[in-house]
């Protein structure tokens, strides 16, 4: 089992930055992709940005310019810095972690944490 822990979320003025992070444990687990994504209310969650273990990136239009995703491998734990916040990013936004163990594919999802983007 891999545990992951989030934080970062909390409430932001329009234009400020958070940064979100996650943190995963479990013993004798490989970690491959890590990526975070959200889901607002009322809609279906959506991918925000992933990054490989060779740390290659992908973002969601929405997001490109303004986010970045990072990862320090030494402690499995993946950033997501977001900047110029929007009311329209407002979501709960969760970690999601591939990782193999034994030659087995596992995909875990954090608890999520709230992002609020408000005056």
């Known amino acids: 089992q891999v545990q992951l822990v989030e934080s970062g979320g909390g409430l932001v003025q329009p234009g400020g930055s958070l940064r979100l992070s996650c943190a995963a444990s479990?013993?004798?687990?490989?970690?491959?992709?890590m990526g975070w994504y959200r889901q607002a209310p009322g809609k279906q969650r959506e991918l925000v940005a992933k990054i490989t273990i060779g740390s290659s990136t992908n973002y969601a239009d929405s997001v490109k310019g303004r986010f970045t995703i990072s990862r320090d491998n030494a402690k499995n734990t993946v950033y997501l810095q977001m900047n110029s916040l929007k009311a329209e990013d407002t979501a709960v936004y969760y970690c999601?972690?591939?990782?193999?163990?034994?030659?087995?594919?596992?995909?875990?999802w954090g608890q999520g944490t709230q992002v609020t983007v408000s005056s």
């Open positions: 999601n972690v591939k990782a193999v163990r034994l030659g087995v594919r596992f995909n875990y």
């Open positions: 479990g013993s004798m687990f490989s970690i491959n992709d």
